[in-house]
């Protein structure tokens, strides 16, 4: 099935300059990148667009992180593209993701770990939702 997805390069990966090489990880597993902008978003932002984790442990320090720079919002649109691109970016602990995986490659630690994808089908869909207009 032909799946668009939300792929966000973080801030730690913009900030390193990583956006073109990460981009054609994607290019390179078939994912056509539909849309893709640079935007800053608030803190408030940040809240609202992770709140599945409101009672995580971690959950202030994801949004102080997600709104400390830079970041690049993309659709990625292809055949199961939603899993492909988990599997491109790796586990979410990158000492525990996969060699050859965008954060065994590019992440700095379980909170600065390069990059975000949608998990499934509804997440894909309000994830893109909340960043681009239809
Ligand atoms: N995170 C963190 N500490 C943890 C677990 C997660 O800082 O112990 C951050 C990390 O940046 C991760 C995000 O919270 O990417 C969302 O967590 P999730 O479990 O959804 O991981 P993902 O879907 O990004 O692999
Ligand atoms: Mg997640």
Redesign the pocket.
């Known amino acids: 099935m032909i799946e668009q997805t939300l792929s966000i390069i ?1 801030p730690d990966a913009v900030e390193r300059n990583l956006e073109n090489k990460i981009k054609s990880f994607f290019k390179a597993k078939n994912l056509k990148i539909l849309k893709s902008k640079k935007v800053q978003i608030t803190k408030e932002e940040a809240t609202e667009f ?1 709140k ?2 409101q009672t ?3 959950y202030q ?2 949004c102080n ?1 997600l709104s400390s720079g830079p970041i690049v919002v993309m659709i990625l649109e292809g055949e199961k593209a939603i899993s492909i691109n ?1 599997e491109i ?1 790796g ?3 990158p000492l525990k993701a996969e060699e050859g995986t965008l954060r065994k490659i590019y992440g700095i630690s ?4 390069s990059v ?2 949608s ?1 499934g089908l509804e997440s894909a869909k309000t994830g893109i939702g909340f960043f681009f207009d239809k």
């Open positions: 973080k992770y599945e984790h995580k442990p971690f320090n994801l992180y988990r970016m586990a979410t602990d379980i909170d600065k770990n975000h994808g998990d």
